[in-house]
């Protein structure tokens, strides 16, 4: 059986009932583990083609990089809740994450050892208080990552490896190698800095390895080494002493200006609103068995208006109103929580199906039904009426 059965959030239903059900009547082994992941929202709202707010992985890659790409989705992705991708928070993780902790990080390492040693990388063994603390968190950094993965928290598990790195870059700032370069007699001290470095980055590398292929051949390269086998990460010093790391260290991510950015993101933009065709615009819906007129005139709607609005307790979706039609009050409870605060709701005059037999949604009585219209990108909007149309009036 499969050791995990990964799916998007909308279709958990069918995949953990439907499904199950199926393999169960063939006598087939269920899923070990079912994980269904959260969306990710395009500035905090689903994706469109109408809209042109899409961002495909091929345009992102275009303008990033692949494992830019990688990791922006890995890191931004939320294990409860849905992620959010803008074209500018991608800009500032990239400068800020990639391009200055990572990047600078490597890039300044293998300079150092080239102006110092010629690229040579010795333990001279001449250690400090700091550098026990250093190892302590490179070595942490494994079994942390590996447990967050074992609760499929992914985008924890790539956070603490770049706690990691910017442990390393707090220790450059800590020992200062361009001041023991000054002193001669700090040579030895100054070679085991850029040890403790280089091994670290190995490590680190090694470790972003499933998350960030390329970048992490690309530092294991420049590095002169082979990525660590996971399991053989629980000592520090395993770096041959003596090795020469690269003479031309390799920018990895270089840092980008939005005003640079965006003049791109509007030409793809404006290339997706044009491809949409027009009667792409308009939402399908399927045709419903036909009625008589006399089963239209089964249903009753009538005008109502809101005049107190709340949500409904333990329930996200859904808020209850209080709508005067003609001399009565009723309850309605409405799932349109998410597209309605309460108090905007207070004063409408809205459609309501007055004839519909009461029901309970979460414990609370709904007498009615407020006529809504959806789209198929997810987007509703309450049907209301002209202000001056008395609550009660009879929609026919």
């Not at 969306?39 to 961002?55: A, C, D, R």
């Not at 074209?87 to 150092?112: F, P």
């Not at 040579?187 to 499933?210: D, F, H, M, Q």
């Not at 030409?267 to 027009?278: G, L, M, R, S």
Request: with cysteine; proline share 5%; net charge negative.
């Amino acid at each position: 059986p499969a050791d995990l059965h990964l799916i998007g959030k909308d279709i958990l239903r069918f995949h953990t009932i439907y499904w199950p059900i199926m393999l169960m009547a063939l006598d087939v082994p269920l899923p070990k583990q079912i994980f269904g992941h959260p969306w990710l929202l395009q500035g905090g709202e689903k994706m469109s083609k109408s809209k042109g707010n899409i961002i495909y992985a091929d345009d992102l890659a275009s303008l990033f990089g692949v494992d830019a790409v990688r990791y922006f989705v890995l890191h931004e992705m939320p294990f409860e809740n849905d992620g959010t991708i803008t074209w500018e928070l991608m800009v500032e993780r990239m400068n800020s994450d990639l391009a200055n902790t990572l990047g600078n990080l490597v890039n300044r390492t293998i300079s150092m050892s080239n102006k110092y040693f010629g690229g040579v990388v010795n333990n001279a063994g001449v250690t400090e208080e700091v550098d026990e603390d250093l190892k302590k968190v490179v070595l942490e950094t494994q079994v942390k990552a590996s447990k967050k993965m074992e609760d499929l928290r992914v985008a924890d598990a790539i956070t603490e490896i770049f706690t990691m790195f910017k442990r390393c870059n707090k220790y450059i700032d800590e020992t200062m190698p361009w001041a023991l370069a000054k002193d001669e007699e700090k040579k030895a001290r100054l070679e085991t800095v850029l040890y403790n470095l280089i091994e670290s980055i190995t490590i680190g590398a090694s470790l972003l390895e499933p998350f960030m292929p390329e970048t992490s051949k690309k530092i294991l390269e420049q590095l002169n080494t082979q990525a660590r086998a996971f399991d053989d990460m629980t000592e520090f010093g395993k770096y041959p002493s003596g090795n020469k790391v690269t003479e031309k260290p390799e920018i990895l991510f270089a840092r980008l200006d939005i005003k640079d950015v965006m003049p791109k993101v509007e030409e793809i933009q404006a290339k997706q609103k044009a491809e949409v065709a027009p009667e792409e615009k308009y939402p399908e819906v399927e045709p419903k068995e036909e009625i008589t007129i006399d089963d239209f005139d089964k249903v009753q709607i009538r005008v109502g208006e809101v005049l107190k609005c709340e949500p409904v307790p333990k329930a996200k979706k859904l808020l209850v109103s209080q709508i005067r039609i003609g001399n009565e009050v009723r309850q309605i409870v409405s799932g349109i929580a998410k597209y309605y605060k309460p108090e905007e709701m207070v004063g409408k005059k809205v459609a309501v199906i007055t004839n519909l037999k009461p029901c309970k949604l979460c414990g609370v009585e709904s007498q009615g039904m407020i006529l809504a219209a959806a789209d198929d990108d997810g987007n509703l909007s309450v049907m209301t009426l002209d202000k001056d149309m008395p609550a009660g009036s009879e929609i026919c």
